[in-house]
């Protein structure tokens, strides 16, 4: 077997999940892109495992599952989140996500303690 397009269409793969990883806004649509390049890496382990017959067999299929298991774990993770920043902020935007937290000015802080007193 010629494992050439299952590499070309795993690099298809890879490409266009990079591409919505950097051109999306939406945290969801960023999720699929991610899962769309494990899809790609699952793919080339597989057609690796059976073009090249390792010293362990099917190790190839055996790393696929474990990265299942990983985008699993991740899309759950990922889709809590994107559920939380929804209840917070009203959009799964990803560019109106604050990365720090803002800034207290000291006048508001100062006026917070005398407000305690």
């Not at 999720?31 to 362990?56: F, G, K, P, Q, S």
């Not at 809590?80 to 109106?96: C, P």
Request: net charge positive; aromatic share 6%; glycine share 6%.
């Amino acid at each position: 077997m010629r494992p050439v397009i299952p590499y070309v269409t795993a690099a298809l793969l890879f490409g266009l999940g990079v591409y919505g990883v950097l051109r999306r806004r939406n945290a969801v649509l960023v999720l699929m892109a991610v899962e769309l390049m494990l899809n790609a890496v699952n793919l080339i382990l597989v057609t690796a495992d059976t073009t090249a017959r390792a010293v362990l067999p099917h190790s190839g299929q055996v790393f696929a599952l474990f990265v299942i298991v990983l985008a699993a774990a991740e899309i759950g993770v990922g889709l809590a989140i994107v559920l939380q920043l929804y209840r917070l902020r009203a959009t799964v935007s990803v560019d109106d996500v604050a990365l720090t937290e803002p800034a207290v000015p000291a006048r508001a802080a100062g006026q917070d303690v005398e407000a305690r007193r």
